[in-house]
C-alpha cells in the first residue's frame, strides 16, 4: 500500500511539474522580442517553479549571443542575471552534450558561471543548454540552496524539453529581429537605409526651422569605387564598403545620422552643426581614409572619398529635399573637379 501511494504521490507531482514546465512554455512562445523574452523567461521561472537563482549564461565567441545581448538593449533583468564565458570553460564544465547537468557536489568550479553582479547562496545547481541554430550558444541555469533540488540522479527530460522549446522560441525570436532589423537597415553595412534617412531628415528639418539651429548635410561617395570592383572583385567592393561604413560611425558623433543612400553613396546628417564644422569633419574623415587603406586579402587597397556639403544657413534652402539636392549638387562638383585636378597631376589644393 505505501509503494502505490508513493506512486501516486510522484505521478501527481510529476503532473503538477509538468503543467509548470507547460505555463512558462505557454509565456515565452507568443514574445517576439528578446528584451521580453528573457524578461518573462526568467521571472516565469522563478515564479511558477519558485526557484531563488536562474540566470543565463552566454558563450562570449558566439557570434549569436552578441547580436541577442545587443539586441536585448536595457533590459534590466538580463542586464543581472546574464554571464559570459570562454567556449573552453564552458565545455569544460557542460560538456557538448545537449543534455542538462544537475550538479550538488564540488560546485566550485561551477561558480564561474555565476553573475558577477549578484550574491548566490547554491548548493545544487542545473544546467539546460541552449541553441540557435543547431548550435550551443550557452545555457539556461537554476540553482537553490537545497542540495536535494537538483540531484543528479533526477530525471531531467522536461528539463531538457523546456531548453529545447527556449531554443525554438530564440529562432522564432531571431528572426523577427532580423525582418525588424532589415526594415531599417541596410543589410551589407548596417548602416540606417534610404527610407529611415529621409524621415529623420524631415523630422530634423523641421526642428531646425523650429529651433533655428543649424543643421548640415554631407553626401559623401568612394572615388574609382568601379575600379575595386572590376579589378579585385564584387566580394573586395563590399568589404570596402563596410570598412567605409564602419569608419564613418567611428568617426561621427552619437547625436549623427549615418546613411548608406545608394550603391557607394553615403550620407550624414549632423544636427546643430553648420556648414564649415561639417567640412570640417568630414576634411579629417577623408584624410583618414587616405592614410589608412583596407587590408584585403594581404593587399591594402587605397580608400578615397569625396563629400559635398549644404546646410540650412543657405537661405536657397527651404525644404529638406533641398538640403540633400544642393548637397548631391556640391559633391559633384568637387568630384569633376578632383578629377581635373588629378587629370593636371595636381590634388592638393582639393581637399
Not at 545581448?69 to 536595457?74: C, K, R
Not at 549578484?118 to 545547481?125: E, L, N
Not at 540553482?143 to 530564440?170: H, I, M, N, W, Y
Amino acid at each position: 500500500m505505501t509503494n502505490i501511494r508513493e506512486l501516486i504521490n510522484r505521478i501527481k507531482e510529476n503532473e503538477l511539474t509538468a503543467s509548470r514546465f507547460q505555463k512558462v512554455e505557454n509565456r515565452i512562445l507568443s514574445v517576439l522580442n528578446f528584451k521580453d523574452f528573457f524578461d518573462i523567461l526568467l521571472k516565469e521561472i522563478m515564479d511558477v517553479f519558485r526557484v531563488p537563482y536562474v540566470w543565463i549564461t552566454f558563450i562570449e565567441d558566439c557570434d549569436a549571443a552578441r547580436a541577442i545581448l545587443t539586441s536585448a538593449g536595457d533590459s534590466e533583468v538580463l542586464s543581472e542575471r546574464v554571464n559570459i564565458i570562454s567556449s573552453s570553460l564552458f565545455k569544460g564544465l557542460v560538456g557538448e552534450s545537449l543534455a542538462p547537468v544537475l550538479v550538488n557536489i564540488d560546485l566550485k568550479p561551477y561558480f564561474k558561471m555565476l553573475p558577477d553582479n549578484r550574491k548566490y547562496f547554491i548548493k545544487s545547481m542545473a544546467i539546460s543548454p541552449i541553441t540557435l541554430d543547431g548550435k550551443i550558444i550557452g545555457s539556461l541555469n537554476q540553482a537553490d540552496s537545497d542540495p536535494g533540488r537538483f540531484d543528479p540522479t533526477f530525471d531531467t527530460s522536461l528539463l531538457e524539453q523546456l531548453a529545447v522549446k527556449v531554443s525554438l522560441c530564440l529562432s522564432n525570436v531571431t528572426a523577427h529581429e532580423k525582418l525588424i532589423f532589415l526594415a531599417y537597415h541596410d543589410p551589407l553595412t548596417e548602416l540606417l537605409n534610404r527610407r529611415v534617412m529621409e524621415t529623420i531628415l524631415k523630422r530634423e528639418f523641421t526642428r531646425s526651422k523650429r529651433y533655428h539651429s543649424a543643421l548640415s548635410l554631407v553626401f559623401i561617395d568612394l572615388d574609382d569605387f568601379k575600379q575595386v570592383n572590376d579589378k579585385h572583385g564584387h566580394e573586395a567592393g563590399d568589404r570596402l564598403l563596410k570598412y567605409v561604413a564602419d569608419k564613418l560611425l567611428e568617426m561621427t558623433r552619437e547625436t549623427d545620422i549615418v546613411a548608406r543612400f545608394a550603391g557607394d553613396e553615403f550620407v550624414i546628417l549632423l544636427p546643430e552643426t553648420d556648414a564649415g564644422m561639417a567640412t570640417s569633419m568630414l576634411e579629417r574623415i577623408q584624410a583618414y581614409f587616405s592614410g589608412h587603406p583596407m587590408d584585403y586579402r594581404h593587399q591594402r587597397l587605397e580608400v578615397s572619398i569625396s563629400f559635398g556639403v549644404a546646410s540650412t544657413e543657405n537661405e536657397a534652402i527651404v525644404t529638406s529635399d533641398d538640403l540633400l539636392r544642393i548637397a548631391d549638387k556640391t559633391l559633384y562638383v568637387r568630384k569633376e573637379t578632383r578629377k581635373k585636378e588629378r587629370n593636371k597631376g595636381d590634388l592638393s589644393r582639393i581637399p
